[in-house]
T-cell receptor
Framework: NAGVTQTPKFQVLKTGQSMTLQCAQD?????MSWYRQDPGMGLRLIHY???????DQGEVPNGYNVSRSTTEDFPLRLLSAAPSQTSVYFC???????????????FGPGTRLTVL | AQSVTQPDIHITVSEGASLELRCNYS??????LFWYVQSPGQGLQLLLK??????LVQGIKGFEAEFKRSQSSFNLRKPSVHWSDAAEYFC?????????????FGTGTRLTVIP
């Protein structure tokens, strides 16, 4: 298994440009999520999905869109990039969650995004 | 609302010395608690987790953590640090309205190991 893969590894954008960060997993995990990591702030949840066709917002969803058309893929879209979105982005996946249950999350290697 | 505090931004220890990384959480119910490690340029790896039961949990790489409800703490310990333990360590709490898998992370503690 490749686990959780993210592309690209690095990206530089200009303010106002759009792009999609890709995330894929081959473990048949129902749950997928996106976090951003900023210095001194730890990781913060952007959006998550509990299955194909179902998404919801996390702590910091503004400026980001997601969709989940397949179990394997969970892309994160920046419609109009801003310097405040400069960050390292991590995708994670796990088997399904049902409120009080927990399954170990597997994290991808991250995408380092710079917005000029 | 959940929150996690890691009061130590950076800790330096000598190889072979013991280690304790502090974590305090805020959560109304019984929390799901985690410690993750991140090596430079890498993703996060789960070291250990606590859901219920024995308050002393063992993890990978010789780490352990103790849940103390009265102190709202979940400190990570290792009796003898190895140079390969140099990394950033994150405490996290899961649960709440969005379910156990959605994690709130602390700001991290960077560990430096000197020979």
């Amino acid at each position: 298994n490749a686990g959780v893969t993210q592309t690209p590894k690095f990206q530089v954008l200009k303010t106002g440009q759009s792009m999609t960060l890709q995330c894929a997993q081959d473990m048949n995990h129902e749950y997928m999520s996106w976090y951003r990591q900023d210095p001194g702030m730890g990781l913060r949840l952007i959006h998550y999905s509990v299955g194909a066709g179902i998404t919801d917002q996390g702590e910091v969803p503004n400026g980001y869109n997601v969709s989940r058309s397949t179990t394997e893929d969970f892309p994160l879209r920046l419609l109009s990039a801003a310097p405040s979105q400069t960050s390292v982005y991590f995708c994670a996946s796990s088997y399904g969650t049902s409120g009080t249950s927990y399954n170990e999350q597997f994290f991808g290697p991250g995408t380092r995004l710079t917005v000029l | 609302a959940q929150s996690v505090t890691q009061p130590d931004i950076h800790i330096t220890v000598s190889e072979g010395a013991s280690l304790e990384l502090r974590c305090n959480y805020s959560y109304g119910a019984t929390p799901y608690l985690f410690w993750y490690v991140q090596s430079p340029g890498q993703g996060l790896q789960l070291l250990l987790k606590y859901f219920s039961g024995d308050t002393l949990v063992q993890g990978i790489k010789g780490f352990e953590a103790e849940f103390k409800r009265s102190q709202s703490s979940f400190n990570l310990r290792k009796p003898s640090v190895h140079w390969s333990d140099a990394a950033e360590y994150f405490c996290a709490v899961g649960g709440g309205a969005r379910g156990a898998n959605n994690l709130f992370f602390g700001t991290g503690t960077r560990l430096t190991v000197i020979p």
